[in-house]
């Protein structure tokens, strides 16, 4: 059994075959769970949509860093209501970008600790997009108490000093695709080092396909190669590591085994 623990199966790239990708996830690659992630007006419409679709898809919502300079005070008003859906598990993916140059810094970060704060009063976990920020991130994750409630740092990319922080932290180490590329070394270390009660899977798909699907469209089915890499780096049965990250999943987003 496998979770895919960050997905974007709502994402334009899947507007022809949708059904069939997840069908395929499920039949094919026992890929049982997926969350998916909506972060910003579009997205979270349509993430919603999924959930209520397919009873094994549950739904994140929040405010992409990237987006921030977009965010109003009735976006995050409308993110805190949705949070009675009984499919919306987390909030997020929240963070901050410094690689993308289309929100001031300033906003990313007012954004951010709004949403972190609403997940303490809400006592819900988080999801993180870190890009180029590690000491930023860690940084206002202190400051905002965000251990509280935990949450997962998603894609991880990472040394393992940030890796150790996070954990500090309460948070889950997610890793995807980047794992199975060749002389992906961080990665592959995190990989190795994190404790198995602590890390989870994920596909981030469309984007960042594990090899040998590099550099096409990516698929929650692909999450069973992210598990694979893992369990041949840590020397384990592919087995054992689906049903650690799977229970590692449904108990951070409080999701009831079927």
Known sequence: MLFDSHAHLNDEQFSKDREEVIRRAREEAGVSRILNVGFNRDTIKDTLKLAETYDYIYAAVGWHPVDAVECTVEDLEWI?????????????????????DKSPKGVQESVFRQQIRLARELGMPIIIHNREADEDVVRILREEKAEEVGGVMHCFGGDWKTAEACMELNFMIGLGGPVTFKNARLPKEIAKRVPLDRLLVETDCPYLAPHPNRGKRNESAYVRLVAEAIAELRDMPLEELARCTFDNATRLFRIREA
């Open 80 to 100: 805190e209501s949705l949070t009675d859906h009984p499919k919306v598990v987390a909030l997020g993916e929240m963070g901050l970008d410094y690689h993308w």
